[in-house]
C-alpha cells in the first residue's frame, strides 16, 4: 500500500521569504511523485513532478521540490513567497509499476498562508 | 476549454435521491479516474476507467455507488439512494495513457449537498 504524509495542517510565512511545504511518502518501488495546488472552490491544479532524473525539480510558479530517497521526502520549496501563493497544497504518490493500479495517493493537504 | 469539464458544478439532492455526475476528459485523453473530497481532508480514490471498461474500483463503496465510461459521451458516477454521509466535493481527473508518466489533470468539481 502507498501512502503521503503532510505533517502541517497550516503553514504561515511573510511575503518574500522562502517558503517550505513537506512531505514523506511510503511506497513499494520508485515512486512517482506530484505536487498539486487546489484554490478555493477548484479543482487541483498540476505545479510538479518527479519521476526519474535530477533530484531537484523545478514546476510552474517559481516552485520547486526535492525528492530524498533516503528520507523518502518530497517537500516543496519557492524561494521568495507571494501572497497569491496562498491556498492548500496537496503532495501525491503513484508506484512507478503497479500492475492495475494508477491511481494517486493523496496527503491530507497543507493550507499555505502568505501573510502581506 | 480544453481543460476537464465537470457538470453541474453544485447539485443537492434530498436523502433517497439519485445524484449524477458527470465528467468529459481532457480532449485526446481516455481514462479517467473519480476521487472525492470530504470536508478537512485529502482526495481519496474512488474508481479508473478507461473507455468502455472499468480497470480499478477498489476505492468505490460496494453500494449505490457505480460508474461508467461509454464509448460515446462523458464518463458518468452515479449514486443512488444518497444519504447525508455522501455529501463531498467529487472530482475527476483525465490521463493521456494508462502507462504514462503525464500528470492527471483535474476538473474544478461538484460539490453535492445532501438535505
Known amino acids: 500500500a502507498q501512502s503521503v504524509a503532510q505533517p502541517e495542517d497550516q503553514v504561515n510565512v511573510a511575503e518574500g521569504n522562502p517558503l517550505t511545504v513537506k512531505c514523506t511518502y511510503s511506497?513499494?518501488?520508485?515512486?512517482?511523485l506530484f505536487w498539486y495546488v487546489q484554490y478555493p472552490n477548484r479543482g487541483l491544479q498540476f505545479l510538479l513532478k518527479?519521476?526519474?532524473?535530477?533530484?531537484l525539480v523545478k514546476g510552474s510558479y517559481g516552485f520547486e521540490a526535492e525528492f530524498n530517497k533516503s528520507q523518502t521526502s518530497f517537500h516543496l520549496k519557492k524561494p521568495s513567497a507571494l501572497v497569491s501563493d496562498s491556498a492548500l497544497y496537496f503532495c501525491a504518490v503513484r508506484a512507478f509499476s503497479s500492475g492495475s493500479a494508477r491511481q494517486l495517493t493523496f496527503g491530507s493537504g497543507t493550507q499555505l498562508t502568505v501573510l502581506p | 476549454n480544453a481543460g476537464v469539464m465537470q457538470n453541474p458544478r453544485h447539485l443537492v439532492r434530498r436523502r433517497g435521491q439519485e445524484a449524477r455526475l458527470r465528467c468529459s476528459p481532457m480532449k485526446g485523453h481516455s481514462h479517467v479516474y473519480w476521487y472525492r473530497q470530504l470536508p478537512e481532508e485529502g482526495l481519496k480514490f474512488m474508481v479508473y476507467l478507461q473507455k468502455e471498461n472499468i480497470i480499478d474500483e477498489s476505492g468505490m463503496p460496494k453500494e449505490r455507488f457505480s460508474a461508467e465510461f461509454p464509448k460515446e459521451g462523458p464518463s458518468i458516477l452515479r449514486i443512488q439512494q444518497v444519504v447525508r454521509g455522501d455529501s463531498a466535493a467529487y472530482f475527476c481527473?483525465?490521463?493521456?495513457?494508462?502507462?504514462?508518466?503525464?500528470?492527471?489533470?483535474f476538473g474544478d468539481g461538484t460539490r453535492l449537498s445532501i438535505l
Open positions: 481527473a483525465s490521463s493521456p495513457q494508462r502507462d504514462s508518466n503525464q500528470p492527471q489533470h
Open positions: 511506497v513499494s518501488g520508485n515512486p512517482y
Open positions: 518527479y519521476i526519474t532524473g535530477d533530484n
